[in-house]
Nanobody, 119 residues
Framework: QVQLVESGGGLVQAGGSLRLSCAAS????????MGWFRQGVGKEREFLGR????????YYTDAVKGRFTISCDYAKNTVYLQMTSLKPEDTAVYYC????????????WGQGTQVTVSS
């Protein structure tokens, strides 16, 4: 089992920056992919990108490419989502998730953290 806890959300003005953290516990993550998702009010949950714990390979969707950066601190078992040039449409609850290399989908989810971007 893996437990994930997001933190770092809050209120920020458009054009500003915010760094979200996802602290993981319960297992080692050498074979895991760590993903970031968000869900705005009245919208479907949206996949933003992911990082492979082993090697640090990243992938981003067009919605956030060039503005958001995913990174890992291996010593702290923590994944980060650094968000810059924030827009009001980035307002959502942000979630981190984890999956093993054998999983077809993300199995473990955090509780989410609210990000609100004002215009």
């Amino acid at each position: 089992q893996v437990q994930l806890v997001e933190s770092g959300g809050g209120l920020v003005q458009a054009g500003g920056s915010l760094r979200l953290s996802c602290a993981a516990s319960g297992r080692a993550f050498s074979t895991y992919s760590m993903g970031w998702f968000r869900q705005g009010v009245g919208k479907e949950r949206e996949f933003l990108g992911r990082i492979r714990w082993s090697g640090g390979s990243t992938y981003y969707t067009d919605a956030v490419k060039g503005r958001f950066t995913i990174s890992c601190d291996y010593a702290k078992n923590t994944v980060y989502l650094q968000m810059t040039s924030l827009k009001p449409e980035d307002t959502a609850v942000y979630y981190c998730a984890a999956k093993t290399s054998q999983s077809s989908g993300y199995r473990y989810w955090g509780q989410g953290t609210q990000v609100t971007v004002s215009s």
